[in-house]
């Protein structure tokens, strides 16, 4: 079973910057992708970045192109979210999740292949 703690959310102005990280439990952290969902209030669950086994792959939502980067460390067992030139529309729960991949560069983007999750950490934009 893999347990994934989220941290670093909290409040910013818009156009800040926020890094949130997420620590899994298990040791075979490398063989899961990793990716970050988020959900806003009366909203749905969705997609913002995901990140190969290896590190090499990367995808993100239209939404957040150009101003979120994933990335991971697989030493520490840790997924990282750096957030910058925040929007209030990027207030939600973010959580991470780890899910197999069909190989060590590619990944699902549905979030029903994604069957480990974190309790989440707020991010809250103020305008």
């Known amino acids: 079973q893999v347990q994934l703690v989220e941290s670093g959310g909290g409040s910013v102005q818009a156009g800040g910057s926020l890094r949130v990280s997420c620590t899994a439990s298990e040791r075979i952290f490398s063989t899961y992708a990793m990716g970050w969902f988020r959900q806003a209030s009366g909203k749905e669950r969705v997609l913002v970045a995901i990140?190969?086994?290896?590190?090499?792959?990367?995808y993100y939502a239209d939404s957040v192109k150009g101003r979120f980067t994933i990335s991971r460390d697989n030493v520490k067992n840790t997924v990282y979210l750096q957030m910058v030139r925040l929007k209030p529309e990027d207030t939600a729960v973010y959580y991470c999740?780890?899910?197999?991949?069909?190989?060590?560069?590619?990944?699902?983007?549905?979030?029903?292949?994604?069957?480990?999750w974190g309790q989440g950490t707020q991010v809250t934009v103020s305008s």
């Open positions: 999740a780890a899910g197999s991949a069909p190989s060590s560069a590619s990944f699902y983007l549905s979030t029903s292949q994604y069957p480990y």
């Open positions: 990140i190969s086994q290896t590190g090499g792959t990367t």
